[in-house]
């Protein structure tokens, strides 16, 4: 049979149990296109792959991470805002609470410096407070049982009124909090300073390498990427023994937004419409992250961007406080791995090596293969309304957060034009894949 993009795809023979497909939920599942009707004209089903599970519903807040624990707590997190509560744990189908305590969720100084809190006169600055949370962007698990949280310092300022803004962040503000699952007890804080974290990064994402041997302090290594919407893209990596943090391919072009960038969502060409504002485009840069399967290579690309790019983790992980050289040698060490068939937004990684692509123009995740170089299909589905976040379960499913981030008010001239529930949706990850614990001695 001559090869086909959908002889590519993935056989449903996953570690996870095999369940029968939710109610109304067409049977063909591996077939994007039918033929239906009283003519029976070829149709997109809109859909193909594993078959994709509803396994959680937000009635309230919207969520953007989440992160599924080797017991399979599910902890999610959500920028606000005027949330009660910006880390949550999933506590039943319809239901999150505040994660670890509501104390924990509320800065007793609030969210906000206030208006020349930052020593600017008139500029909104964040809150400073590092032992409490801000606004959670991102969330990771390591095998260790550790919920990594990592938090902007940014909320967003009248985020209830038609015009949102969000002020800079304060040094303290932007933090990455370490949680060990079984006290549910903060274990350690990481705050960053103003060159590497600057006013107008935003932290969207991290990764971690703790093998004793990926730093000199022999407790590990984390990998945050900066997308700031203000355009200083690059990656943030701190040492987890030392504390100590850089930046690598700061403003380097394969971290930056993709100029004049028009996607289609649902078959519509998207303009960034602000409230109050000229239409303008979507402006986050560097987003979507992946270690390769033993941490020797970072996947990454920008929100904005057709293109995928590596690094081999050596260069980030070379301080150029230390070595003079190290910042010019990852620029150096940048490789384009062409285009992949769409933007993407977040990534999640495999016990087996699979890069997951989430690609909120075609409501499905891809997957990067890197031995055959090329992007594959994994799932496709009508319910896929952005997805913002996934995360490899050790039950051998794929947990991905759905938020219709295009219908929030923000991109959308000041209107509301979400409909709950927002979803984790999940599918079985193929051949037996699980969480990876490469990156993680025992
Ligand atoms: C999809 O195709 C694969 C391989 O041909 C098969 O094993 C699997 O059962 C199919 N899944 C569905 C839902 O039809
Ligand atoms: C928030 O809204 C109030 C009332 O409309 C306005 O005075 C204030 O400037 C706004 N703050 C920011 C940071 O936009
Ligand atoms: C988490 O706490 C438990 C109980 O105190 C302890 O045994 C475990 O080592 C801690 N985990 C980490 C990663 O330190
Ligand atoms: C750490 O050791 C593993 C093998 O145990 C090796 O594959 C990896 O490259 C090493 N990492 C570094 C940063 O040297
Ligand atoms: C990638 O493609 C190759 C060749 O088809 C296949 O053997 C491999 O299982 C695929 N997956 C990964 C993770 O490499």
Redesign the pocket.
């Given at each position: 049979m001559k090869p086909t993009h959908l002889t590519l795809l993935l056989a449903c023979t996953g570690l996870a149990q095999s369940q029968p497909p939710p109610p109304g939920f067409p049977v063909s599942l591996n077939s994007t296109l039918s033929t239906t009707g009283t003519h029976n004209v070829r149709i997109d089903t809109g859909t193909y792959g594993c078959p994709v599970e509803e396994y959680h519903y937000f009635y309230d807040q919207w969520p953007i991470g989440l992160a599924v624990s080797r017991q399979g707590r599910v902890f999610t997190c959500y920028t606000r805002g005027d949330y009660a509560y910006t880390l949550g744990e999933v506590v039943s189908l319809t239901a999150e609470a505040a994660y670890p305590s509501l104390e924990l969720n509320t800065p007793p100084a609030g969210l906000v410096l206030g208006?020349g809190g930052g020593g600017v006169a008139g500029v909104?600055f964040g809150s400073a407070d590092s032992t409490h949370f801000i606004s959670v962007q991102a969330l990771y698990v390591t095998p260790d049982d550790t919920l990594w949280v990592l938090d902007t310092g940014r909320p967003t300022?009248?985020a209830s009124?038609s015009?949102p803004?969000m002020?800079y962040a304060a040094p303290g503000g932007p933090k990455l909090v370490a949680i060990n699952l079984t006290t549910n007890a903060v274990a350690r804080t990481y705050t960053f300073p103003v060159d590497v974290h600057y006013p107008d990064s935003y932290m969207n994402d991290l990764r971690f390498d703790q093998r004793r041997n990926a730093t000199e302090s022999g407790q590990g290594i984390a990998y945050i990427v900066d997308s700031s919407d203000e355009g200083r893209n690059g990656f943030i990596v701190l040492d987890l023994g030392t504390g100590e943090s850089w930046r690598q391919l700061d403003q380097h072009p394969s971290t930056l937004r993709v100029a004049e960038a028009v996607p289609s969502y649902q078959g519509l060409p998207f303009y960034l419409r602000r409230k109050g504002k000229a239409v303008d485009f979507l402006q986050e840069g560097l987003d979507g992250a992946e270690l390769s399967l033993y941490g020797d290579v970072m996947y990454y690309s920008p929100l904005t961007s057709n293109s995928l790019y590596s690094i081999e983790t050596k260069y980030l992980r070379a301080n150029p406080n230390e070595k003079p050289q190290a910042f010019k040698a990852a620029f150096d060490n940048v490789k384009s791995l062409g285009q992949r068939g769409g933007n993407a937004n977040g990534f999640a990684g495999d016990s087996l090596g699979n890069v997951y692509m989430l690609m909120p123009e075609h409501n499905g995740v891809f997957i990067y293969n890197s031995t055959l170089g090329q992007t594959v299909p994994f799932v496709r589905d009508p319910r896929i309304l952005w997805p913002d976040s996934a995360n490899a379960g050790w039950d051998g499913y794929l947990y991905m957060t759905i938020n219709q981030l295009p219908y929030q008010p923000n991109w959308n001239d000041g209107v509301d034009d979400r409909v709950h529930p927002g979803l984790i949706l999940r599918a079985r990850m193929p051949d037996g894949a699980g969480k990876s614990t490469v990156l993680f001695d025992g």
């Open positions: 208006e909104p300022v009248n009124t015009s803004s002020p």
